[in-house]
C-alpha cells in the first residue's frame, strides 16, 4: 500500500522557517517525482515545486522560489520541504503528492501539514 | 502560466441528478487535464487522468471528456456521498495549475 506520511501541525512565528517531511512507504522511491501543494483555507490548490528523488533535480513554480527548498534523503525515503521567512500569506495546508514523468497527475497525497505563521 | 478556469464555482443540485462542471484552458493542455473531489476536511482524491480515464476504484458514475482547451466532469445519478469540492489541474507544463474548483451541494 502507496503511503505519504506527513508530520503534525507547526505553529510557527513570523521570519521563522519550518521544514515538513514526507515519509513514502509502498513503492520504490526513486521511481517517482515527489510534488508538493499548497492549499491556504478555503481556497484552491496551488503547486509548489517537485523533486526527482533519483537525483535530487528540482522544478520550482517561481512563485515559491526563495520562500521553498525541496530535498530528499533516498536513506529513509523521506522527501522534505523548507520554507523559510515565513509570514501569515505562508499559513496553509501543505501537501506531499506522488506524480511521475509522463504521468503528471496525483494519485497518492499525504495527510497534509498545517502550517500557521502566528507571534 | 496556464491558467484554468473553472465554472460553475458553486453549484447545487438534487439526489439522482446529473451534473457537468466544466473546466477551460488559457492554452492547448491535449489531454493533460486531471479532476480531483475534496471532501471538507480531507486530501484531494484523484478521479480522472487524461481528461477521459477513470482512476481506480472511482465509481462510473463519474465521468470525463474534452481536449485541447475545454474539458467537462460529469457526475450521473448524483449521490450524497459525492458533496465536495471539485478541482481541475494541467499537466502539460510547468508550473502545474489549478483551477478554482467548484463546490457541489445537494439541494
Known amino acids: 500500500e502507496v503511503l505519504l506520511q506527513q508530520s503534525g501541525p507547526e505553529l510557527v512565528k513570523p521570519g521563522a522557517s519550518v521544514k515538513i517531511p514526507c515519509k513514502a512507504s509502498g513503492y520504490t522511491f526513486t521511481d517517482y517525482n515527489m510534488d508538493w501543494v499548497k492549499q491556504s483555507h478555503g481556497k484552491s490548490l496551488e503547486w509548489i515545486g517537485d523533486i526527482n528523488p533519483n537525483n535530487g533535480g528540482t522544478i520550482y513554480n517561481q512563485k515559491f522560489k526563495g520562500k521553498a527548498t525541496l530535498t530528499v534523503d533516498k536513506s529513509s525515503s523521506t522527501a522534505y520541504m523548507e520554507l523559510r521567512s515565513l509570514t501569515s500569506e505562508d499559513t496553509a495546508v501543505y501537501y506531499c503528492?506522488?506524480?511521475?514523468?509522463?504521468?503528471?497527475?496525483?494519485?497518492?497525497w499525504g495527510q497534509g501539514t498545517l502550517v500557521t505563521v502566528s507571534a | 502560466d496556464i491558467q484554468m478556469n473553472q465554472s460553475p464555482s458553486s453549484l447545487s443540485a438534487s439526489l439522482g441528478d446529473t451534473i457537468t462542471i466544466t473546466c477551460h484552458a488559457s492554452q492547448n493542455i491535449n489531454v493533460w487535464l486531471s479532476w480531483y473531489q475534496q471532501k471538507p476536511g480531507n486530501i484531494p482524491k484523484l478521479l480522472i487522468y487524461k481528461a477521459s480515464n477513470l482512476h481506480t476504484g472511482v465509481p462510473s458514475r463519474f465521468s470525463g471528456s474534452g481536449s485541447g482547451t475545454g474539458f467537462t466532469l460529469t457526475i450521473s445519478s448524483l449521490q450524497p456521498e459525492d458533496i465536495a469540492t471539485y478541482y481541475c489541474q494541467q499537466g502539460q507544463s510547468y508550473p502545474r495549475t489549478f483551477g478554482g474548483g467548484t463546490k457541489l451541494e445537494i439541494k
Open positions: 503528492a506522488r506524480s511521475k514523468y509522463g504521468n503528471p497527475w496525483f494519485a497518492y
